[in-house]
C-alpha cells in the first residue's frame, strides 16, 4: 500500500461552477481492498477531452453523458466500465505490482519506467531493508550497470561513487540528492537502510541535465519512505555480528627479519647486530598485526512506526548502530531519525514535511597501516615492566625508527563528532486549470563537526612526546534551498504530456575554527584554559550560492512513441563574474516498437523499446574561490619595525568557467517469453570539455609553480557499454528462482591538458613518482621501468646499458627510450606501465525463495585494472630498518638463486625500489559479497500470534574472494593504489524483523 500511495498522482478538483451545475454522472473508484483511489483518470470512452480525475475519497462527477468509461491510474491496470444508464457507477481498479516496481524518481518528479528516455538504474527497499549493514553505500555496491562503488572497509568512512567512468581529474563524485534536495556536506553513511525507500542513480546527460551545473558526474536521488493509509504498523528491527580481516599479508618474524638484517648490513659494508649472530635464537617475536587487528562485534537497532489515513500520513523511526573497527581503538556510533509527513489539508492543498538527522561518533587512536607492518618483530610491545609501551632505541640500523603502533592507537585519542539535520517542508497546490499544480520546497540543511585530538606525554623512543597536546575544531556547514515550480499533466487523446518550469535557489556558507595548545599540567585537566602554550590557532569562512532557472516536458503518442527535452540556467558564485551563468540542455526519445501493429505478436520476443539521447551538464565543484588571487599574510623587519605583510601567492584566472560534460546515450529495453527475461543495454559517449587543469605558470613570473590557478584547457573522453539481464527462472506457487546480472564496460581517454608535456604525482616514497596524466592515456596510468630479471654476475652489469650502482643480483631495468635504446638507464626510460581503472566491473545475484525460506547469493567482480601496492615498495625494498613481507626470504644470494627477488643490501644503490612492474599487480577479483538466508513465520503463525510479520536471516558479506593480489584485499580505493589502507572486513551476523 506504501509504493502504491507514493506514486499516485494527487487529486485535482478541475471542474469549473458551470461544469458542476451541469453534473450527469458521478461515481467512485475503489481498489480491490476498498480504499479510495486517488487521482485516477475516468475519461469517457468516445469523449476523451471531457474527461476527470478521482478527489481524495476518491469520487468523480462528469458534466457529459457517457455509455463507457476507461480508467487509468499509475499503479493499477486499466479498466472499462459500462454505465449501463446508472448515474451512480463504483469503479474497482487492480493494482498492477509489476508497474508500480518500474516507476523512477528522475529530479522533480517520477516516471515509470516503461516511458523513461533517459538511462536511470534504481534500487529498492527490499535489497536495502534486508541487509545488515550501516552504511547505506556499501549495499548499493554492485547492485547497478554503471555505477563503480569502492569501500575502504573503515566503518567510519563513506563509499567512493563513480558513475560511468572519471569525467575530471577534480572532483568526480556524483551529486547526492535526498528527499528532493541536493546534499553539500551530508554523505550516505547519515542515512539509516530501512528508512529508504528507493535510491534512483541518473546516469546519461538527458537524465541529469535537469541538474545542471552540477549533473556532469551523475546523480544519486534517495527518497525516503512515507506513511501509508492504514492502521499504524511498528517495525522492529536487530542485527548482531561479527567482522574480521579477509586476508593477513604474510611478515617476516623475529628470526627472519635478524637474517635480512644481516646480510643488508654486511651488503652494506655495515657492521650486523652482534646480537643477531644467531637469528634462528630470536624465534617468531612479536606478531604486531596480531596485536592490532582482531574480530570485532557490531549491533544494529530500529524502530519505526506508519500509518495515517486519507488525509494524514506518517513515517517515523530512530535506529542506533554500534560498530567496532577491526584496527585496535577504532570504533563507530550513529544514531538516525527520521520522521516524514503528508497532510492533505484541502482537496487542492498538501503539505509534505521531511526530517532527516543523525549524530555520529568516531574514534580512533594515532596509527599506521603502513607503519604497523614495518614494525620489527624483534622488538616487543612492552619494556620490561610490562607496562611501559616499548620504542627503538640504540643503533637505529639494527631497530630502525618505527613508532610503537600499538602504543600510539592506545593512548593517543582522536575523536570527531557529527551532527547533521536536513528539514524540508513541501507545498503542493492544485490549481483551478486541469492539470496544473504548483510546488514548493523549502528546506535547510546543518552538519556541524566537532574534532578532537589528545596526545598525553611520553618518553618512548624514537620520537617521546616531550609535552601532553591538545587539538581541536569546531566546522559548520549550513545550507538553505528554495524550489518553486509548475508541473502540468494532460492527455489529449492518445497524446500524454507531462511538464515542469521552475526556478531553484541554493546557497550556503561553512565556517569553522581550530586551535592547539601543550604545556598542560595534569593530563588529566588538560582543557584549552590549562594549557601554558599556543601552538596554533586558525579559522576561515566561505560562502556560496547558485540560482537556477529549469524546464522540463515529456510527450508520448499512443503509448508508442516519447519525447523529452530539458533546459537549465545556472548561475553560480564559484565563477568569475564573466563566467557565472550556463546553460544545460538536453534531448531524448524513445520508441515502444512492440506496441506497433506490425510488431509481431508471440511469447518469445514480448517487448522492445529503442532509446536516445543527448545532453550538456556542468560541473562546478572546484573551490568557492579558485578564480580569485590568493594573499598570504605576514610580517617583516623594515627600520628595526615589525611590519605587517600581504603578499600575492597565488594568480588568479576569472575566466575559467564550468567543465562541460556532453553525453550521448542509446540503448533499448527488451522482454522475452512474456517477460520472464528483461534486457536492458545502453551505450554512451562521454565527452568533458574545458575540464579545470593546473595553469602552466613559469617561476620566473615570481609565483609558486605548485599551487597554480586553474584553467579550462582540458578534455577527456569515456565510451562505454552496460548490460542488464535479468531473468525469472522458476515460478511457482511455493517456489520461486530469479537472477539478475548486470556488466558495465568502461574506456577513459585523456584527450588534452594544458600543456603537452605529461603531469606526474603521487611519489612512491622514495622521491619519484609513479602517476601521470598524459594525453592518449586514461587518468591514472601508471609509469615507471619495465624489468628484465636479475642482475647474475658482473659480467650482466657489464653487458647491460650503463646502470650507476648496479651490481649482481640487482633488478636489471629495460633500456626503452621512446623505443631505442641510448645504452643508458634513466627517466627517460620510464613507460606506461598499467592502468588503473578497470576494462569492466560485474555482478551476478541469484534470489530463491521457498515456502517460508528465502536465500540470496550476491557475487561482484572488477576485472583488467592493475594496482600499484605502494606498501610492497617499502616491505620488499629491502634496503631500509623495517620488517618485509615474508617473500623477501626467496630473495637472491648468489648466482641463480633467484630472478625474481632482488638482494638484499641498505640504501639500495642501484634504486631497486624506483617505480617499475616489480610493483604493479592485477587488481581483479571475484567475491561473494553478500549471501542471505532467511525465514519468515507463516502467515497462519503470524495470524495466530497477532502481529503483522516475523523475520529472521543470517548474513554474511565479503565470505570469499578469488584474487592474485598479494595486499591485505585488492579493493584498495578508486586510483587503484594501496597505500596501506584499512583492511577490507569478512562479517557474519544475524538479524530480526518484527512488524506489529
Same mark, same amino acid.
Request: one cysteine or more; charged letters at 20%.
Given at each position: 500500500?506504501?509504493k502504491?500511495? %507514493?506514486?499516485?498522482?494527487?487529486?485535482?478538483?478541475?471542474?469549473?461552477?458551470?461544469?458542476?451545475?451541469?453534473?450527469?454522472?458521478?461515481?467512485?473508484?475503489?481498489?480491490? *481492498?476498498?480504499?479510495?483511489?486517488?487521482?485516477?483518470?475516468?475519461?469517457?470512452?468516445?469523449?476523451?477531452?471531457?474527461?476527470?480525475?478521482?478527489?481524495?475519497?476518491?469520487?468523480f462527477s462528469l458534466?457529459?453523458?457517457?455509455?463507457?468509461?476507461?480508467?487509468?491510474?499509475?499503479?493499477?491496470?486499466?479498466?472499462?466500465?459500462a454505465?449501463?444508464?446508472?448515474?451512480?457507477?463504483?469503479?474497482?481498479?487492480?493494482?498492477?505490482?509489476?508497474?508500480?516496481?518500474?516507476?523512477?524518481?528522475?529530479?522533480?518528479?517520477?516516471?515509470?519506467?516503461?516511458?523513461? +528516455?533517459?538511462?536511470?538504474?534504481?534500487?529498492?527497499?527490499?535489497?536495502?531493508?534486508?541487509?545488515?549493514?550501516?552504511?547505506?553505500?556499501?549495499? $548499493?555496491?554492485?547492485?547497478?550497470?554503471?555505477?563503480?562503488?569502492?569501500?575502504?572497509?573503515?566503518?567510519?568512512?563513506?563509499?567512493?561513487?563513480?558513475?560511468?567512468?572519471?569525467?575530471?581529474?577534480?572532483?568526480?563524485d556524483?551529486?547526492?540528492?535526498?528527499?528532493?534536495?541536493?546534499?553539500?556536506?551530508?554523505?550516505?553513511?547519515?542515512l539509516?537502510?530501512?528508512?529508504?525507500?528507493?535510491?534512483?542513480?541518473?546516469?546519461?546527460?538527458?537524465?541529469?541535465?535537469?541538474?545542471?551545473?552540477?549533473?556532469?558526474?551523475?546523480?544519486?536521488?534517495v527518497? +525516503?519512505?512515507?506513511?501509508?493509509?492504514?492502521?499504524?504498523?511498528?517495525?522492529?528491527?536487530?542485527?548482531q555480528?561479527?567482522?574480521?580481516?579477509?586476508?593477513?599479508?604474510?611478515?617476516?618474524?623475529?628470526?627472519?627479519?635478524?637474517?635480512?638484517?644481516?646480510?643488508?648490513?654486511?651488503?652494506?659494508?655495515?657492521?650486523?647486530?652482534?646480537?643477531?649472530?644467531?637469528?634462528?635464537?630470536?624465534?617468531?617475536?612479536?606478531?604486531?598485526?596480531?596485536?592490532?587487528?582482531?574480530p570485532?562485534?557490531?549491533?544494529?537497532?530500529?524502530? *519505526?512506526?506508519?500509518?495515517?489515513?486519507?488525509?494524514?500520513?506518517?513515517?517515523?523511526?530512530?535506529?542506533?548502530?554500534?560498530?567496532?573497527?577491526?584496527?585496535?581503538?577504532?570504533?563507530?556510533?550513529?544514531?538516525?531519525?527520521?520522521?516524514?509527513?503528508?497532510?492533505?489539508?484541502?482537496?487542492?492543498?498538501?503539505?509534505?514535511?521531511? $526530517?532527516?538527522?543523525?549524530?555520529?561518533?568516531?574514534?580512533?587512536?594515532?596509527?599506521?597501516?603502513?607503519?604497523?607492518?614495518?614494525?620489527?618483530?624483534?622488538?616487543?610491545?612492552?619494556?620490561?615492566?610490562?607496562?611501559?609501551?616499548?620504542?627503538?632505541?640504540?643503533?637505529?640500523?639494527?631497530?630502525?625508527?618505527?613508532?610503537?603502533?600499538?602504543?600510539?592507537?592506545?593512548?593517543?585519542?582522536?575523536?570527531?563528532?557529527?551532527? !547533521?539535520?536536513?528539514?524540508?517542508?513541501?507545498?503542493?497546490?492544485?490549481?483551478?486549470?486541469?492539470?496544473?499544480?504548483?510546488?514548493?520546497?523549502?528546506?535547510?540543511?546543518?552538519?556541524?563537526?566537532?574534532?578532537?585530538s589528545?596526545?598525553?606525554?611520553?618518553?618512548?623512543?624514537?620520537?617521546?612526546q616531550?609535552?601532553?597536546?591538545?587539538?581541536?575544531?569546531?566546522?559548520?556547514?549550513?545550507?538553505?534551498?528554495?524550489?518553486?515550480?509548475?508541473?502540468?499533466?494532460?492527455?489529449?487523446?492518445?497524446?500524454?504530456?507531462?511538464?515542469?518550469?521552475?526556478?531553484?535557489?541554493?546557497?550556503?556558507?561553512?565556517?569553522?575554527?581550530?586551535?592547539?595548545?601543550?604545556?598542560f $599540567?595534569?593530563? *588529566?585537566?588538560?582543557?584549552?584554559?590549562?594549557?601554558?602554550?599556543?601552538e596554533?590557532?586558525?579559522?576561515?569562512?566561505?560562502?556560496w550560492?547558485?540560482?537556477?532557472?529549469m524546464?522540463?516536458?515529456?510527450?508520448s503518442?499512443?503509448?508508442?512513441?516519447?519525447?523529452?527535452? +530539458?533546459?537549465?540556467?545556472?548561475?553560480?558564485?564559484?565563477?568569475?563574474?564573466?563566467?557565472?551563468?550556463?546553460?544545460?540542455?538536453?534531448?531524448?526519445?524513445?520508441?515502444?516498437?512492440?506496441?506497433?501493429?506490425w510488431?509481431?505478436? !508471440?511469447?518469445?520476443?514480448?517487448?522492445?523499446?529503442?532509446?536516445?539521447?543527448?545532453?550538456?551538464?556542468?560541473?562546478?565543484?572546484?573551490?568557492?574561490?579558485?578564480?580569485?588571487?590568493?594573499?598570504?599574510?605576514?610580517?617583516?623587519?623594515?627600520?628595526?619595525?615589525?611590519?605587517?605583510?600581504?603578499?600575492?601567492?597565488?594568480?588568479?584566472?576569472?575566466?575559467?568557467?564550468?567543465?562541460?560534460?556532453?553525453?550521448?546515450?542509446?540503448?533499448?529495453?527488451?522482454?522475452?517469453?512474456?517477460?520472464?527475461?528483461?534486457?536492458?543495454?545502453?551505450?554512451?559517449?562521454?565527452n568533458?570539455?574545458?575540464?579545470?587543469?593546473?595553469?602552466?605558470?613559469?617561476?620566473?613570473?615570481?609565483?609558486?609553480?605548485?599551487?597554480?590557478?586553474?584553467?579550462?584547457?582540458?578534455?577527456?573522453?569515456?565510451?562505454?557499454?552496460?548490460?542488464?539481464?535479468?531473468?525469472?527462472?522458476?515460478?511457482?506457487?511455493?517456489?520461486?528462482?530469479?537472477?539478475?546480472?548486470?556488466?558495465?564496460?568502461?574506456?577513459?581517454?585523456?584527450?588534452?591538458?594544458? =600543456?603537452?608535456?605529461?603531469?606526474?604525482? !603521487?611519489?612512491?616514497?622514495?622521491?619519484?613518482?609513479?602517476?601521470?596524466?598524459?594525453?592518449g592515456?586514461?587518468?591514472?596510468?601508471?609509469?615507471?621501468?619495465?624489468?628484465?630479471g636479475?642482475f647474475?654476475?658482473?659480467?650482466?652489469?657489464?653487458?647491460?646499458a &650503463?646502470?650507476?650502482?648496479?651490481?649482481?643480483?640487482?633488478?636489471?631495468?629495460?633500456?626503452?627510450?621512446?623505443?631505442?635504446?641510448?645504452?643508458?638507464?634513466?627517466?627517460?626510460?620510464?613507460?606506461?606501465?598499467?592502468?588503473?581503472?578497470?576494462?569492466?566491473?560485474?555482478?551476478?545475484?541469484n534470489?530463491?525463495?521457498?515456502? &517460508?525460506?528465502?536465500?540470496?547469493?550476491?557475487?561482484?567482480?572488477?576485472?583488467?585494472?592493475?594496482?600499484?601496492?605502494?606498501?610492497?615498495?617499502?616491505?620488499?625494498?629491502?634496503?631500509?630498518v623495517?620488517n618485509?613481507?615474508?617473500?623477501?626470504?626467496?630473495?637472491?644470494?648468489?648466482?641463480?638463486?633467484?630472478?625474481?627477488?632482488?638482494?638484499?643490501?641498505?640504501?639500495?644503490?642501484?634504486?631497486?625500489?624506483?617505480?617499475?612492474?616489480?610493483?604493479i599487480?592485477?587488481?581483479?577479483?571475484?567475491? %561473494?559479497k553478500? $549471501?542471505?538466508?532467511?525465514? *519468515?513465520?507463516?502467515?497462519?503463525?503470524?495470524?495466530?500470534?497477532?502481529?503483522?510479520?516475523?523475520?529472521?536471516?543470517?548474513?554474511?558479506?565479503?565470505?570469499?574472494?578469488?584474487?592474485?593480489?598479494?595486499?591485505?584485499?585488492?579493493?584498495?580505493?578508486?586510483?587503484?593504489?594501496?597505500?596501506?589502507?584499512?583492511?577490507? =572486513?569478512?562479517?557474519?551476523?544475524?538479524?530480526i524483523?518484527?512488524?506489529?
Open positions: 500500500m506504501t502504491k500511495l %507514493l506514486i499516485l498522482i494527487p487529486a485535482l478538483l478541475l471542474l469549473s461552477a458551470g461544469a458542476i451545475h451541469a453534473q450527469t454522472l458521478k461515481g467512485v473508484v475503489n481498489d480491490e *481492498s476498498g480504499q479510495p483511489v486517488v487521482g485516477a483518470y475516468v475519461l469517457p470512452v468516445g469523449n476523451v477531452n471531457n474527461g476527470t480525475v478521482t478527489d481524495i475519497d476518491g469520487k458534466g457529459v453523458k457517457a455509455d463507457l468509461l476507461k480508467v487509468t491510474c499509475i499503479g493499477y491496470k486499466d479498466a472499462e466500465v454505465v449501463d444508464g446508472r448515474d451512480f457507477v463504483e469503479i474497482i481498479l487492480k493494482e498492477d505490482a509489476e508497474m508500480l516496481e518500474e516507476t523512477v524518481v528522475i529530479g522533480y518528479g517520477t516516471v515509470r519506467k516503461s516511458d523513461l +528516455t533517459g538511462a536511470v538504474s534504481s534500487v529498492s527497499s527490499t535489497v536495502l531493508s534486508d541487509r545488515s549493514s550501516s552504511n547505506v553505500g556499501q549495499l $548499493l555496491q554492485g547492485r547497478m550497470a554503471g555505477v563503480y562503488i569502492v569501500d575502504s572497509g573503515n566503518p567510519q568512512s563513506n563509499v567512493s561513487i563513480k558513475i560511468r567512468g572519471l569525467g575530471t581529474v577534480n572532483n568526480s556524483p551529486l547526492l540528492v535526498i528527499d528532493g534536495v541536493p546534499m553539500v556536506n551530508m554523505g550516505l553513511n547519515a539509516n537502510t530501512n528508512d529508504i525507500e528507493t535510491i534512483d542513480v541518473l546516469k546519461d546527460a538527458s537524465a541529469t541535465a535537469i541538474y545542471g551545473a552540477r549533473g556532469a558526474n551523475g546523480v544519486v536521488i527518497t +525516503t519512505k512515507k506513511g501509508a493509509s492504514e492502521d499504524g504498523v511498528l517495525t522492529l528491527t536487530t542485527n555480528g561479527v567482522a574480521m580481516a579477509t586476508s593477513i599479508p604474510k611478515l617476516l618474524d623475529a628470526a627472519g627479519f635478524a637474517a635480512l638484517n644481516n646480510d643488508m648490513m654486511v651488503a652494506s659494508g655495515n657492521n650486523p647486530n652482534p646480537a643477531w649472530a644467531e637469528p634462528a635464537s630470536l624465534g617468531k617475536g612479536t606478531d604486531w598485526i596480531a596485536e592490532m587487528i582482531s570485532a562485534y557490531l549491533q544494529k537497532y530500529g524502530l *519505526s512506526y506508519s500509518g495515517g489515513n486519507e488525509k494524514n500520513r506518517y513515517y517515523i523511526s530512530g535506529s542506533y548502530t554500534d560498530h567496532d573497527g577491526i584496527v585496535k581503538s577504532v570504533g563507530f556510533k550513529k544514531a538516525t531519525f527520521q520522521a516524514n509527513l503528508d497532510n492533505q489539508v484541502k482537496p487542492w492543498i498538501k503539505f509534505s514535511t521531511n $526530517l532527516t538527522g543523525s549524530f555520529d561518533n568516531k574514534t580512533n587512536g594515532d596509527y599506521s597501516m603502513s607503519d604497523l607492518l614495518k614494525s620489527i618483530p624483534a622488538l616487543p610491545i612492552f619494556k620490561e615492566d610490562g607496562v611501559t609501551y616499548n620504542g627503538p632505541t640504540g643503533n637505529a640500523l639494527w631497530w630502525g625508527d618505527k613508532k610503537n603502533q600499538v602504543g600510539t592507537a592506545i593512548i593517543n585519542k582522536n575523536r570527531t563528532q557529527g551532527y !547533521n539535520f536536513l528539514l524540508s517542508e513541501t507545498m503542493e497546490i492544485s490549481l483551478p486549470i486541469p492539470g496544473l499544480k504548483f510546488k514548493s520546497t523549502e528546506s535547510m540543511g546543518a552538519t556541524f563537526v566537532i574534532s578532537e589528545f596526545r598525553p606525554e611520553y618518553p618512548w623512543a624514537p620520537n617521546p616531550a609535552k601532553t597536546e591538545r587539538w581541536a575544531q569546531s566546522s559548520r556547514y549550513m545550507s538553505y534551498l528554495a524550489d518553486n515550480y509548475f508541473t502540468y499533466d494532460a492527455t489529449f487523446g492518445k497524446h500524454t504530456i507531462n511538464a515542469m518550469a521552475g526556478s531553484s535557489l541554493q546557497w550556503g556558507d561553512s565556517w569553522f575554527m581550530n586551535g592547539q595548545k601543550k604545556g $599540567l595534569s593530563d *588529566s585537566a588538560s582543557q584549552f584554559n590549562n594549557g601554558t602554550e599556543i596554533s590557532l586558525n579559522g576561515t569562512r566561505s560562502e550560492a547558485i540560482a537556477s532557472f524546464g522540463r516536458a515529456n510527450w503518442y499512443d503509448n508508442r512513441y516519447m519525447l523529452t527535452a +530539458t533546459v537549465r540556467y545556472d548561475g553560480s558564485s564559484k565563477f568569475g563574474p564573466g563566467y557565472r551563468w550556463g546553460l544545460f540542455p538536453s534531448f531524448a526519445g524513445a520508441w515502444r516498437i512492440s506496441e506497433e501493429e510488431f509481431p505478436k !508471440n511469447n518469445t520476443l514480448t517487448y522492445l523499446k529503442l532509446r536516445a539521447g543527448y545532453g550538456v551538464t556542468g560541473n562546478q565543484e572546484i573551490g568557492d574561490y579558485s578564480f580569485a588571487s590568493v594573499y598570504n599574510t605576514g610580517q617583516y623587519s623594515f627600520n628595526g619595525n615589525v611590519v605587517n605583510s600581504l603578499v600575492a601567492y597565488k594568480l588568479s584566472n576569472p575566466d575559467i568557467h564550468w567543465e562541460e560534460m556532453e553525453q550521448y546515450n542509446i540503448g533499448f529495453d527488451a522482454a522475452f517469453f512474456k517477460s520472464r527475461l528483461r534486457l536492458n543495454v545502453d551505450a554512451y559517449l562521454k568533458t570539455n574545458g575540464m579545470l587543469v593546473k595553469m602552466t605558470v613559469p617561476i620566473s613570473t615570481g609565483y609558486d609553480d605548485q599551487d597554480v590557478p586553474y584553467t579550462n584547457e582540458g578534455k577527456i573522453r569515456n565510451m562505454g557499454v552496460e548490460v542488464v539481464l535479468s531473468s525469472d527462472n522458476i515460478v511457482r506457487e511455493d517456489l520461486y528462482w530469479g537472477t539478475d546480472f548486470n556488466i558495465t564496460f568502461n574506456k577513459n581517454k585523456i584527450l588534452s591538458l594544458d =600543456t603537452a608535456e605529461a603531469l606526474y604525482y !603521487n611519489d612512491s616514497g622514495f622521491g619519484q613518482y609513479f602517476c601521470t596524466n598524459m594525453v592515456q586514461p587518468i591514472g596510468a601508471f609509469i615507471g621501468w619495465e624489468t628484465r636479475l647474475q654476475t658482473q659480467d650482466d652489469v657489464d653487458n647491460w &650503463s646502470q650507476p650502482g648496479a651490481e649482481p643480483g640487482d633488478i636489471r631495468f629495460a633500456d626503452t627510450d621512446n623505443g631505442v635504446g641510448n645504452g643508458s638507464i634513466n627517466d627517460d626510460d620510464r613507460v606506461i606501465i598499467g592502468y588503473s581503472q578497470p576494462k569492466f566491473i560485474a555482478s551476478l545475484n534470489t530463491l525463495r521457498y515456502k &517460508s525460506f528465502d536465500l540470496s547469493v550476491f557475487f561482484q567482480s572488477v576485472y583488467g585494472n592493475k594496482i600499484f601496492n605502494v606498501t610492497k615498495v617499502d616491505m620488499t625494498s629491502m634496503s631500509t623495517c618485509q613481507y615474508a617473500m623477501v626470504e626467496d630473495r637472491w644470494k648468489g648466482e641463480g638463486t633467484s630472478n625474481s627477488m632482488p638482494r638484499a643490501i641498505y640504501g639500495d644503490p642501484n634504486n631497486n625500489t624506483r617505480p617499475s612492474t616489480r610493483y599487480e592485477d587488481g581483479s577479483y571475484l567475491r %561473494l553478500n $549471501l542471505t538466508l532467511g525465514w *519468515s513465520l507463516p502467515q497462519k503463525a503470524v495470524r495466530a500470534l497477532g502481529i503483522n510479520a516475523f523475520r529472521v536471516y543470517l548474513e554474511g558479506t565479503n565470505l570469499f574472494t578469488l584474487t592474485s593480489y598479494t595486499g591485505f584485499d585488492p579493493e584498495v580505493g578508486v586510483s587503484s593504489i594501496d597505500w596501506g589502507t584499512y583492511p577490507v =572486513t569478512r562479517t557474519l551476523s544475524l538479524g524483523d518484527l512488524k506489529f
